[in-house]
């Protein structure tokens, strides 16, 4: 039996065990790629969240009194200021 010139008979026993950690490997580095691109993707759901995180910057940069941050804050979250 004649040797393989791009593997060498030395090499032959650490073929599959080769095969087999490149595979794991190739794998574990799409589950890698596929967590970092969902953890990029904006998260639609979360409206009163970030409306209330849209009235504290404008609140923060002074647009909007602290009374009118109270108010606004009050309607996003549903609580009622009547007695």
Do not use: C, K, N
Request: hydrophobic share 45%; net charge positive.
């Amino acid at each position: 039996m004649t040797a393989h010139p791009l593997r060498p008979e030395w090499f032959e026993p650490w073929w599959g065990f080769l095969g087999g950690v490149l595979w794991i490997g190739f794998w574990a580095l799409v589950v890698v790629l596929l967590v970092a691109v969902l953890r990029r993707r904006p998260h639609g759901g979360g409206g009163a969240t970030s409306a209330i995180r849209l009235l504290e910057e404008r609140y923060a940069r002074g647009e909007i009194t602290r009374d009118e941050f109270l108010e606004r804050r009050q309607v996003l979250l549903g609580e009622d200021r009547s007695p």
